[in-house]
T-cell receptor, first 113, second 112 residues
């Protein structure tokens, strides 16, 4: 597996609080992604980045923001967490070549009470 | 918007039986990828198909990309308990972007 770590791995928070999830990679991959995984929905793209300070929205971006100030780090922020954001969050990276593979991190389980 | 559906949602098979999952997109795809996620784990890339009608094999796994590039299938011959997990397809609708749409997944359970 590619060197992708996510922190924290588990988090419980209360509705209305801000939450930041971190994804760190050691592969120097250009592309980084944040997905959420919920039963019956598979993996849904929240935001992705195609370079430092270059980000774009995915299909479920409302309520989330991202930042990428360094190649190796991609942060996902829930500005004001809601119970509907309870989910498992996966970060992924890709080197952007033609035969792109996405390498996934171990995931973060977030519970919003 | 683009949708990628997978069927079946769940499949229980006896060890040694074959298994197939189907992936159908509402739009034509540039390519399609398949991933496997073990229970409690993260998705792991299996393969990518790019050409219309392409067929690729990995040991007991056979992957196909439809002629119209709107559907794909994964077939496992003689399942083993190690095949347990959820299989996802992921489609890239537009070349030049890297926004993949994942299917809903098929959860496979293999009974010994």
């Amino acid at each position: 597996d590619a060197g992708i770590t996510q922190s924290p791995r588990h988090k419980v928070t209360e509705t209305g609080t801000p939450v930041t999830l971190r994804c760190h990679q050691t592969e120097n991959h250009r592309y980084m992604y944040w997905y959420r995984q919920d039963p019956g929905h598979g993996l849904r793209l929240i935001h992705y980045s195609y370079g430092v300070k270059d980000t774009d929205k995915g299909e479920v971006s409302d309520g989330y923001s991202v930042s990428r100030s360094k190649t190796e780090d991609f942060l996902l922020t829930l500005e004001s967490a809601t119970s509907s954001q309870t989910s498992v969050y996966f970060c992924a990276t890709g080197d952007g070549l033609d035969q792109e593979t996405q390498y996934f991190g171990p995931g973060t389980r977030l519970l919003v009470l | 918007g683009q949708q990628v559906m997978q069927i079946p949602q769940y499949q229980h098979v006896q060890e040694g039986e074959d298994f197939t999952t189907y992936c159908n997109s509402s739009t034509t795809l540039s390519n399609i990828q398949w991933y496997k996620q073990r229970p409690g784990g993260h998705p792991v890339f299996l393969i990518q198909l790019v050409k219309s009608g392409e067929v690729k094999k990995q040991k007991r796994l056979t992957f196909q990309f439809g002629e119209a590039k709107k559907n794909s299938s994964l077939h496992i011959t003689a399942t083993q308990t190690t095949d347990v997990g959820t299989y996802f397809c992921a489609g890239l609708a537009t070349s030049g972007t890297y926004k993949y749409i994942f299917g809903t997944g098929t959860r496979l359970k293999v009974l010994a």
